[in-house]
């Protein structure tokens, strides 16, 4: 084996191996399901125009753990790859390399662009999967898919036709969210919720026949002013109660519009009237519809005033309410500016400002298909992890909007409806028609492409050959476990599990595990206005390899909470596989395995219970999805017990002489290290590779090795022994250090180890070897303690460290007496300070149990070093 463990080299040279080897590629059984249990999970597609970040990396990493672990299980095991179109992202990215052309989609055409898209995704798609293979993704790729494959293209239209003659799918006029920069209805979800620094303009709308008189709105959008169509208070506002049903002039414009009562209005909200402009806010739509109000659209798709506006007319929306609000101070209709916080819509894609308007949409119907998913996780078919996910889910899904599926994009799946040039037909169809059938008139497409989510959610059975009945949908629909971020369990999940009962008849996965979001190691969040070291995986991986990041997020993984990541914590699991691959040389450089096992002495009988525990305890782990735990298990294991422990203990036996023996440990050495990387393979697949290629260089890899499996069984006498033999050792050393012994000196030490003696005395040379002694007494009991000496315990073993002529002990008297008052006075300062009623009562509670941990500390110190005076006598 290399004198050092060098990714580089490794890596990319492994996972060519297990590609080409079939290794990633189930067959499906003859006998189907009956024969061999499946374990599938389809990725969450990333976009194909997206990048490595830590959140891909976060999911390819814990998605191959219950990967690679079912595998050698023995599961048939698919994890099924796949990029999605993303409309929006896509066509923005292919738009801007138009723009520095000095062209326009609209300059090529339709199907121009579209070809100049494909052309984009063929030249750059690919970018996103090859990262995958950096951080060892065991995804077949032989069944690699993209949402617009005509495969899945032709899924998403039976999906729509199947809806829209269920009547599920319709067109109307409805307020939607729409973007001016991607030019685009946008659905709830693609809406983020902005706290923004803004202004509260309050405007007077004089009464008609009484211009002396008015009414005081307030709006935060006063060029929407233009499209008013009514004023409206509540019904039992005294203040207004008797201007119910009057009229005001509507300022700078001169139309004249009604007061109306609604009870949606806020009483305490700016003047308790608000100006009603039902083409451009949701509530004032629904306000307007109950009122009878008209709908006055005043701006233009990119966000400018039209003709509505009258003079406004052409100016940005932004340019029209500086200069509305400039003319209303002019004719005295302003009557203050207030500044004002407030949740600002914007697009989740381009993070522009958006304008609420009135479009004729296709929305699909959600609450009769939301029903039946509610059902399939309130009856338990479907379980969230954590569950506290459930209640979130159960919300939305209770109080779920229609879904506006239409996007006025060209990039995506046009929407398979057809219109009759008579204007009197509408087709909706599987299959493009030539005429209309209804009076053979020209037909036209429409131009809108549906919501790039529609086709993702059908991704669990559109990737495996839905709607034709093929060999994987039968054995591996429903598939196994979804796997995703907490952040889209509304974009996807949710839809995939309606979608999945809808057209499957049954639900698409069992569990949902939903990891966090991964976060700076100051909690912030990772993005390009806030970029730090370490924040681009793929250099992560060029230092560190795909094994360090891969740990660091599985380690550090709990259920549905956010991760902090830093570049100290993928150093410290750099070690560790550098750590794992140095103990692999020692192996391999003691000797060949022995065909003659010899006899195991305790350590070795340790360190076998020991991996027997450990694989006990992983497995159940990973049967809980508790990724952290399972990962810290094994790196205590081998860092601890394996390597500092079992290592150097074994390191006396190779010495010894003795060949039965040495036997006996060489075999514990290698069969507990191969056990050790098998565990580990699914974490840190890359080094256990390598390692096993040298522990079994003519086997079959390990990627294709079985988990190991050990029946249960009582710890026995030989772990509490050999615990006795840590403990004691860890004390001996800790002596040393706070003795601050040379390093190289050896001292003696007396034990009174009660019915531990005679196993101790077993042990007794690799006690002092490992404690570095002279001599090592061990008796049953001590009557008396020796003059001049450090006493320790290790559980009920009693420990004394004779310091005579080691040293200066007036010197040392008088520096434990110094520590000695200092932590008095620290005792002191804590319980006067938790006497205080009024701190206690006043403080918050986290700070008073820190006290009162730092009080429990000093305690423990003034105790500790009142020992150690005592024991150097006078």
Same mark, same amino acid.
């Given at each position: 084996?290399?004198?050092?463990?060098?990714?580089?080299?490794?890596?990319?040279?492994?996972?060519?191996?297990?590609?080409?080897?079939?290794?990633?590629?189930?067959?499906?059984?003859?006998?189907?399901?009956?024969?061999?249990?499946?374990?599938?999970?389809?990725?969450?597609?990333?976009?194909?125009?997206?990048?490595?970040?830590?959140?891909?990396?976060?999911?390819?990493?814990?998605?191959?753990? $219950?990967?690679?672990?079912?595998?050698?299980? &023995?599961?048939?095991? $698919?994890?099924?790859?796949?990029?999605?179109?993303?409309?929006?992202?896509?066509?923005?990215?292919?738009?801007?390399?138009?723009?520095?052309?000095?062209?326009?989609?609209?300059?090529?055409?339709?199907?121009?662009? #579209?070809?100049?898209?494909?052309?984009?995704?063929?030249?750059? &798609?690919?970018?996103?999967?090859?990262?995958?293979?950096?951080?060892?993704?065991?995804?077949?790729?032989?069944?690699?898919?993209?949402? @617009?494959?005509?495969?899945?293209?032709?899924?998403?239209?039976?999906?729509?036709?199947?809806?829209?003659?269920?009547?599920?799918?319709?067109?109307?006029?409805?307020?939607?969210?729409?973007?001016?920069?991607?030019?685009?209805?946008?659905?709830?979800?693609?809406?983020?919720?902005?706290?923004?620094?803004?202004?509260?303009?309050?405007?007077?709308?004089? $009464?008609?026949?009484?211009?002396?008189?008015?009414?005081?709105?307030?709006?935060?959008?006063?060029? !929407?002013?233009?499209?008013?169509?009514?004023?409206?208070?509540?019904?039992?506002?005294?203040?207004?109660?008797?201007?119910?049903?009057?009229?005001?002039?509507?300022?700078?414009? &001169?139309?004249? #519009?009604?007061?109306?009562?609604?009870?949606?209005?806020?009483?305490?909200?700016?003047?308790?009237?608000?100006?009603?402009?039902? /083409?451009?806010?949701?509530?004032?739509?629904?306000?307007?519809?109950?009122?009878?109000?008209?709908?006055?659209?005043?701006?233009?798709?990119?966000?400018?005033?039209?003709?509505?506006?009258?003079?406004?007319? &052409?100016?940005?929306?932004?340019?029209?309410?500086?200069?509305?609000?400039?003319?209303?101070? %002019?004719?005295?209709?302003?009557?203050?500016?207030?500044?004002?916080?407030?949740?600002?819509?914007?697009?989740?894609?381009?993070?522009?400002?958006?304008?609420?308007?009135?479009?004729?949409?296709?929305?699909?119907?959600?609450?009769?298909?939301?029903?039946?998913?509610?059902?399939?996780?309130?009856?338990?078919?479907?379980?969230?992890?954590?569950?506290?996910?459930?209640? #979130?889910?159960?919300?939305?899904?209770?109080?779920?909007?229609?879904?506006?599926?239409?996007?006025?994009?060209?990039?995506?799946?046009?929407?398979?409806?057809?219109?009759?040039?008579?204007?009197?037909?509408?087709?909706?169809?599987?299959?493009?028609?030539?005429?209309?059938?209804?009076?053979?008139?020209?037909?036209?497409?429409?131009?809108?492409?549906? +919501?790039?989510?529609?086709?993702?959610?059908?991704?669990?059975?559109? !990737?495996?050959?839905?709607?034709?009945?093929?060999?994987?949908?039968?054995?591996?629909?429903?598939?196994? *476990?979804?796997?995703?971020?907490?952040?889209?369990?509304?974009?996807?999940?949710?839809?995939?599990?309606?979608?999945?009962?809808?057209?499957?008849?049954?639900?698409?996965?069992?569990?949902?595990?939903?990891?966090?979001?991964?976060?700076?190691?100051?909690?912030?969040?990772?993005?390009?206005?806030?970029?730090?070291?370490?924040?681009?995986?793929?250099?992560?991986?060029?230092?560190?390899?795909?094994?360090?990041?891969?740990?660091?997020?599985?380690?550090?993984?709990?259920?549905?909470?956010?991760?902090?990541?830093?570049?100290?914590?993928?150093?410290?699991?750099?070690?560790? !596989?550098?750590?794992?691959?140095?103990?692999?040389?020692?192996?391999?450089?003691?000797?060949?395995?022995?065909?003659?096992?010899?006899?195991?002495?305790?350590?070795?009988?340790?360190?076998?219970?020991?991996?027997?525990?450990?694989?006990?305890?992983?497995?159940?782990?990973?049967?809980?999805?508790?990724?952290? %735990?399972?990962?810290?298990? @094994?790196?205590?294991?081998?860092?601890?017990?394996?390597? +500092?422990?079992?290592?150097? =203990?074994?390191? @006396?036996?190779?010495?010894?002489?003795?060949?039965?023996?040495?036997?006996?440990?060489?075999?514990?050495?290698?069969? *507990?290290?191969?056990?050790?990387?098998?565990?580990?393979?699914?974490?840190?697949?890359?080094?256990?590779?390598?390692?096993?290629?040298?522990?079994?260089?003519?086997?079959?890899?390990?990627?294709?090795?079985?988990?190991?499996?050990?029946?249960?069984?009582?710890?026995?006498?030989?772990?509490? /022994?050999?615990?006795?033999?840590?403990?004691?050792?860890?004390?001996?050393?800790?002596?040393? !250090?706070?003795?601050?012994?040379?390093?190289?000196?050896?001292?003696?030490?007396?034990?009174?180890?009660?019915?531990?003696?005679?196993?101790?005395?077993?042990?007794?040379?690799?006690?002092?070897?490992?404690?570095?002694?002279?001599?090592?007494?061990?008796?049953?009991?001590?009557?008396?303690?020796?003059?001049?000496?450090?006493?320790?315990?290790?559980?009920?073993?009693?420990?004394? =460290?004779?310091?005579?002529?080691?040293? +200066?002990?007036?010197?040392?008297?008088?520096?434990?007496?110094?520590?000695?008052?200092?932590? #008095?006075?620290?005792?002191?300062? *804590?319980?006067?300070?938790?006497?205080?009623?009024?701190?206690?009562?006043?403080?918050?509670?986290?700070?008073?149990?820190?006290?009162?941990?730092?009080?429990?500390?000093?305690?423990?110190?003034?105790?500790?070093?009142?020992?150690?005076?005592?024991?150097?006598?006078?």
């Amino acid at each position: 084996m290399e004198r050092a463990y060098n990714h580089l080299t490794v890596e990319q040279r492994v996972y060519a191996d297990w590609e080409t080897s079939g290794a990633f590629t189930p067959s499906v059984p003859p006998g189907g399901r009956s024969e061999v249990e499946p374990h599938c999970i389809v990725i969450p597609p990333p976009n194909v125009t997206g990048v490595l970040h830590h959140g891909s990396a976060m999911f390819i990493t814990l998605q191959d753990v $219950l990967t690679r672990w079912r595998r050698m299980q &023995g599961r048939r095991t $698919l994890w099924l790859p796949g990029t999605d179109h993303a409309g929006i992202a896509t066509q923005n990215v292919v738009e801007a390399a138009l723009a520095r052309e000095g062209l326009t989609r609209h300059d090529l055409g339709r199907e121009r662009f #579209i070809e100049r898209v494909w052309q984009w995704k063929h030249e750059y &798609g690919s970018v996103i999967t090859e990262q995958m293979r950096r951080m060892g993704a065991s995804v077949d790729w032989t069944r690699e898919r993209f949402t @617009l494959d005509p495969g899945l293209s032709r899924a998403v239209r039976e999906a729509f036709v199947r809806l829209y003659e269920k009547g599920l799918i319709y067109r109307g006029s409805y307020i939607v969210n729409w973007c001016p920069r991607c030019a685009t209805v946008l659905s709830d979800l693609e809406v983020d919720h902005v706290d923004t620094a803004g202004h509260l303009w309050h405007a007077r709308y004089p $009464l008609v026949g009484d211009p002396e008189r008015a009414i005081v709105v307030a709006t935060t959008r006063p060029e !929407t002013m233009l499209g008013d169509t009514g004023v409206a208070v509540h019904p039992e506002d005294e203040r207004y109660r008797d201007l119910i049903g009057r009229e005001v002039e509507l300022p700078l414009v &001169g139309r004249r #519009i009604p007061i109306v009562a609604d009870e949606a209005v806020d009483r305490a909200f700016g003047t308790g009237a608000v100006k009603v402009t039902p /083409a451009h806010d949701p509530t004032d739509y629904e306000i307007g519809r109950r009122a009878g109000l008209a709908s006055i659209n005043v701006m233009n798709p990119d966000g400018t005033i039209n003709g509505d506006g009258g003079p406004f007319e &052409g100016l940005d929306r932004y340019e029209a309410r500086r200069r509305i609000v400039a003319q209303l101070a %002019e004719g005295a209709f302003l009557v203050a500016t207030e500044a004002h916080r407030h949740a600002v819509a914007q697009c989740s894609r381009c993070d522009t400002i958006l304008e609420p308007r009135i479009s004729e949409q296709w929305f699909v119907r959600m609450k009769p298909l939301a029903e039946p998913a509610i059902a399939a996780v309130r009856d338990g078919r479907i379980r969230i992890l954590p569950e506290r996910f459930e209640r #979130i889910y159960f919300n939305w899904m209770e109080n779920i909007r229609d879904w506006v599926i239409s996007r006025q994009l060209w990039w995506g799946h046009r929407i398979p409806v057809w219109y009759c040039d008579s204007g009197n037909h509408q087709i909706v169809s599987r299959e493009d028609p030539t005429t209309c059938p209804t009076c053979g008139g020209a037909l036209r497409q429409d131009d809108d492409v549906l +919501d790039t989510w529609f086709s993702s959610a059908l991704w669990p059975f559109s !990737t495996l050959g839905w709607p034709e009945q093929t060999d994987d949908l039968k054995y591996f629909y429903p598939t196994t *476990v979804m796997e995703t971020g907490y952040d889209i369990i509304f974009f996807w999940v949710a839809r995939m599990i309606m979608t999945g009962i809808e057209f499957m008849g049954e639900a698409p996965f069992s569990t949902v595990y939903l990891h966090g979001m991964v976060r700076h190691a100051d909690g912030s969040k990772i993005s390009k206005s806030n970029y730090q070291s370490g924040d681009n995986p793929l250099e992560v991986i060029e230092r560190f390899g795909a094994d360090a990041l891969r740990f660091t997020l599985a380690t550090g993984s709990t259920p549905g909470n956010d991760l902090r990541i830093s570049l100290d914590r993928i150093e410290g699991n750099r070690n560790f !596989t550098n750590k794992l691959w140095n103990a692999a040389r020692f192996v391999v450089g003691a000797g060949d395995r022995p065909v003659v096992r010899g006899t195991p002495d305790l350590a070795d009988r340790w360190i076998r219970q020991r991996s027997d525990a450990v694989t006990n305890e992983v497995t159940a782990h990973l049967d809980g999805f508790n990724f952290g %735990e399972a990962g810290r298990t @094994l790196y205590e294991f081998a860092w601890n017990e394996y390597c +500092d422990w079992y290592i150097e =203990i074994a390191k @006396l036996a190779l010495r010894s002489g003795d060949s039965g023996r040495r036997d006996a440990t060489l075999a514990t050495l290698y069969d *507990v290290l191969e056990r050790m990387v098998t565990l580990l393979h699914p974490f840190i697949p890359f080094v256990t590779e390598e390692i096993w290629s040298h522990l079994r260089p003519n086997s079959v890899r390990l990627i294709a090795t079985s988990w190991p499996t050990v029946a249960a069984g009582a710890e026995s006498d030989d772990v509490s /022994a050999m615990d006795a033999v840590i403990a004691v050792t860890r004390a001996i050393r800790n002596i040393r !250090t706070e003795q601050k012994v040379d390093a190289g000196r050896r001292i003696d030490a007396i034990l009174a180890a009660g019915d531990l003696a005679p196993i101790l005395r077993e042990q007794a040379a690799a006690i002092a070897a490992l404690g570095h002694l002279a001599r090592l007494d061990i008796r049953e009991h001590i009557d008396e303690a020796p003059p001049q000496a450090v006493r320790a315990l290790a559980g009920d073993i009693v420990i004394f =460290i004779p310091l005579a002529g080691m040293l +200066d002990l007036a010197a040392e008297r008088r520096r434990l007496t110094g520590e000695l008052q200092s932590a #008095i006075a620290q005792r002191d300062r *804590v319980a006067a300070l938790l006497a205080n009623g009024r701190f206690v009562a006043g403080a918050r509670p986290d700070v008073v149990e820190r006290e009162r941990g730092r009080l429990i500390e000093s305690e423990q110190r003034v105790t500790r070093l009142t020992e150690q005076l005592e024991s150097l006598g006078e």
